[in-house]
């Protein structure tokens, strides 16, 4: 399998990712429980659903701009980075705090994260090299004026 094609499979593993954080986000917020299911113990009049609501949506924000923006190592990094935080949230509120019952909605979340992130990790390996641009600024103005001759070519 060549390096784009291998590329885009993984960019569309990650948008499925994102796509389960949105569904995790919709049932916090529609639902009176969390991602963590039933065996989450909370009072009933908790604000946690929603912060962890806010949480997934802030997560699969970033996965989409992984997923579009992969060539650029920083937004690698914020999404490897949100997957570890997500993956420590899921573990410690389950082994550390003992507030929600080791099962699928603590171990199939963390397994999906840490395969997603040992993919990110992976990544830059396929990538091709970025173009080293001597001076930015005469890159730029290189850039606006074959921008104006295009535009100027299209209004006469």
């Known amino acids: 399998m060549s390096n784009h094609k291998l590329m885009y499979t993984f960019r569309g593993w990650i948008a499925f990712v ?3 954080d949105v569904g995790t986000a919709v049932r916090c917020y529609i639902e009176k429980r969390t991602f963590l299911g039933d065996g989450l113990f909370m009072p009933e009049d908790s604000s946690l659903p929603r912060i962890l609501g806010a949480y997934a949506v802030l997560k699969s924000l970033i996965l989409i701009h992984c997923t579009l923006f992969i060539h650029y190592r920083p937004i690698i990094s914020l999404g490897v980075c949100s997957l570890l935080l997500t993956i420590l949230l899921y573990l410690s509120e389950s082994l550390y705090f ?3 019952v080791f099962g699928f909605y603590v171990l199939f979340p963390c397994v999906l994260n840490a395969l997603t992130m040992v993919g990110l990790m992976i990544t830059p390996r396929f990538l091709d090299p970025p173009e080293v ?3 930015e ?3 730029l103005l290189r850039q606006a004026v074959a921008f104006r001759r295009r535009r100027g070519k299209k209004i006469n």
């Open 137 to 139: 600024n005469t890159e």
């Open 98 to 100: 003992g507030t929600a």
């Open 133 to 135: 641009i001597e001076d």
């Open 18 to 20: 994102a796509f389960m």
